[in-house]
């Protein structure tokens, strides 16, 4: 059995590495737009993407399939969304205002940590163009 794996993520974490786990065992670390393919005698095996805190779900692959890593676009926006509540709380006069969008941003900085450890990372079947 062969699984083909491309990491496709972008400037998002691009200077370093990620971990690729096959059946929960480190199999290769990949940089950005690095290719592995698995070999396997079983059918089908787990696949799961991790880089620090960051992770993927478990992903169950059959044989002769292609995957690419990608960033979550939500957890990207939630993130970005964040930092820009975060950053305009700190340039308001009002202080009503300022706490509102502190308490926005710093709430969807916490939701971002917490689904990051998941779901920062999709492992997303490969369609040809």
Not at 106 to 117: H, R
């Amino acid at each position: 059995m062969e699984v083909k794996i491309t990491r496709k993520t972008g400037f998002m974490g691009g200077t370093t590495s990620v971990s690729l786990l096959v059946d929960k065992q480190e199999e290769v670390k990949l940089h950005n737009n690095q290719e592995y393919i698995i070999e396997s005698a079983k059918d089908h095996v787990t696949v799961r993407v991790k880089q620090w805190f960051f992770g993927s779900k478990e992903l169950s692959v059959n044989k002769n399939e292609q995957y690419d890593i990608k960033v979550n676009p939500i957890c990207l926006l939630l993130l970005y969304a964040g930092l820009i509540f975060v950053l305009s709380a700190g340039f308001m006069n009002q202080p009503d205002l300022k706490v509102i969008l502190a308490g926005i941003g710093l709430g969807s900085l916490i939701a971002t940590a917490v689904m990051s450890l998941k779901s920062w990372f999709i492992l997303q079947e490969h369609h040809l163009n």
